[in-house]
């Protein structure tokens, strides 16, 4: 089993940034497609960003495009979320989740189709 755990969330006010960084103690995760979701109580949950394995193709939802850089680090085995002029709508909290499917190494779309995921971490935004 794979364990996914996210951190580096916390309170910030609006135009700020956080950084959020995504482990997995054990795996190698410069093989597999990691994506970050967000979900706001009562709605669902939505895929902010994605990067696929090898060559580490990205991708982004609107909402936060030009805003947010995913990254992979291969030395500390990490995937970062960073997130810039953050507005209060970003207020959520962001999972981690890994494609451990056999089609590891491409982004999917939905939360199901992700094999380990994390317990999330909070962004608040506000002033």
């Known amino acids: 089993q794979v364990q996914v755990v996210e951190s580096g969330g916390g309170l910030v006010q609006p135009g700020g940034s956080l950084r959020l960084s995504c482990k997995a103690p054990?795996?190698?995760?410069?093989?597999?497609?990691v994506a970050w979701f967000r979900q706001v109580s009562g709605k669902e949950r939505e895929r902010v960003s994605c990067?696929?394995?090898?060559?580490?193709?990205?991708s982004y939802a609107d909402s936060v495009r030009g805003r947010f850089t995913i990254s992979r680090d291969i030395a500390q085995n990490t995937i970062y979320l960073q997130m810039n002029s953050l507005k209060p709508e970003d207020t959520a909290v962001y999972y981690c989740?890994?494609?451990?499917?056999?089609?590891?190494?491409?982004?999917?779309?939905?939360?199901?189709?992700?094999?380990?995921r994390g317990q999330g971490t909070q962004v608040t935004v506000s002033s």
């Open positions: 989740a890994v494609n451990g499917g056999s089609d590891y190494f491409e982004c999917r779309e939905e939360w199901y189709q992700y094999e380990y």
């Open positions: 054990g795996t190698t995760l410069d093989y597999y497609a």
């Open positions: 990067i696929s394995s090898h060559p580490g193709k990205t």
